[in-house]
């Protein structure tokens, strides 16, 4: 969902990559689903999106299954809450997690995947790859391993994706 209100990681913001891209972001979206009106990032399944996707891995930063990841960001939304709840101070949203999706979901699937984008966007941000999920599970788990969906849950690990984004939008 990029949006010009989204704070996106500081790592990312104090990087010189950083106009370029926030300009691929805005330019390269599609509705998450026919009826729609979520419009998210499509990027290409390229090296660079690969490499970050597997260090993210191999550094236990990726959840995958959307109930998983579902109950996932509602453990560190109500967490988030009771911290809110018991500082003074207004804390400033950044995205710090980043939902990675294939592009062969079904209808209900990307209903879903937009439920919990309006859910916990302000944190949350989506990214459709162009590999279908046989192709996304097999690259990072291994043959018959299909993947619809990944959650990187670390703000450092989503750094390094968007800035592979960034990458590949320079030498595209």
């Not at 930063?61 to 709840?85: F, M, N, P, Q």
């Not at 999706?101 to 941000?125: C, P, T, W």
């Amino acid at each position: 969902m990029p949006d010009k209100t989204l704070l996106l990681p500081k790592q990312v913001e104090a990087d010189p990559r950083y106009k370029q891209l926030r300009y691929l972001l805005s330019r390269r979206t599609e509705k998450l689903w026919s009826g729609s009106a979520v419009l998210i990032p499509v990027a290409p399944f390229s090296d660079a999106i690969k490499t970050a996707l597997m260090a993210a891995k191999e550094d236990d930063r990726l959840s995958r299954g959307v109930d998983g990841i579902e109950r996932s960001l509602g453990v560190e939304g109500r967490g988030l809450a009771l911290v809110d709840k018991k500082t003074t101070e207004k804390r400033v949203q950044r995205i710090s997690r980043l939902l990675i999706m294939s592009n062969d979901g079904a209808e209900r699937f990307y209903r879903k995947v937009e439920s919990i984008l309006r859910q916990h966007g302000e944190r949350v941000m989506a990214i459709r790859v162009n590999a279908d999920s046989s192709q996304l599970g097999e690259y990072l788990f291994g043959p018959e391993k299909a993947v619809k969906l990944l959650l990187i849950d670390h703000k450092e690990s989503v750094a390094a994706v968007l800035l592979a984004l960034a990458d590949q939008g320079l030498s595209a």
